[in-house]
T-cell receptor, first 115, second 111 residues
Framework: NAGVTQTPKFQVLKTGQSMTLQCAQD?????MYWYRQDPGMGLRLIYY???????DKGEVPNGYNVSRLNKREFSLRLESAAPSQTSVYFC??????????????FGAGSRLTVL | GENVEQHPSTLSVQEGDSAVIKCTYS??????FPWYKQELGKRPQLIID?????GEKKDQRIAVTLNKTAKHFSLHITETQPEDSAVYFC??????????FGKGTRLSVIA
């Protein structure tokens, strides 16, 4: 039982390059999330998917796109990377966002540097 | 939308002392308040949570209190140990909305 797995763990990009962060969970969770973590800024929500087939913007969606490929997988794409997107990205999942108790299980994080 | 403020941003305590971290939230309809702990280089993990119909919850050395009238909740850690050193995040949410996190508190327990 791996929980939430995200890849890659580390990535260095040049400004303007594109890349996709992959996330998969094996807990049969309905909801999945992408957060970014910057020093002194806490965890900020980029996009989330309350259930398979739906996606919604979070607090900081600009410059990102997401795809809920199936119930297990939720990817985050940077179409044209910018230095401001240098951050640690966390994928997370929860059983059911409608239950009123969004207990999140996080992945190990992906450290992205944009030069 | 919901806004969560967390204080202090850093906290140093002597081993064995207590630590208190406070959070305020803006949306009076929020009903779920978890706390996450993130050790250096690791992922955040839930340590305790409380719902709006409960005023206090304890789990061994940690406790969370909630004051709905004042819209604030606090994490209390008693008899701190070096392994309590980490960044702690509070969060709030309403029903089926995603969690909104505070900016975190870096707790250092000095042996």
């Amino acid at each position: 039982n791996a929980g939430v797995t995200q890849t890659p763990k580390f990535q260095v990009l040049k400004t303007g390059q594109s890349m996709t962060l992959q996330c998969a969970q094996d807990m049969n969770h309905n909801s999945m999330y992408w957060y970014r973590q910057d020093p002194g800024m806490g965890l900020r929500l980029i996009y989330y998917s309350a259930s398979e087939g739906t996606t919604d913007k979070g607090e900081v969606p600009n410059g990102y796109n997401v795809s809920r490929l199936n119930k297990r997988e939720f990817s985050l794409r940077l179409e044209s990377a910018a230095p401001s997107q240098t951050s640690v990205y966390f994928c997370a999942s929860s059983r059911d966002s409608a239950s009123g108790a969004n207990v999140l299980t996080f992945g190990a994080g992906s450290r992205l540097t944009v030069l | 939308g919901e806004n969560v403020e967390q204080h202090p941003s850093t906290l140093s305590v002597q081993e064995g002392d207590s630590a208190v971290i406070k959070c305020t939230y803006s949306d009076s309809a929020s009903n779920y308040f978890p706390w996450y702990k993130q050790e250096l280089g690791k992922r955040p993990q839930l340590i305790i949570d409380i719902r709006s119909n409960v005023g206090e919850k304890k789990d061994q050395r940690i406790a969370v209190t909630l004051n709905k009238t004042a819209k604030h909740f606090s994490l209390h850690i008693t008899e701190t140990q070096p392994e309590d050193s980490a960044v702690y995040f509070c969060a709030a949410s309403l029903g089926n909305t995603p969690l909104v996190f505070g900016k975190g508190t870096r707790l250092s327990v000095i042996a």
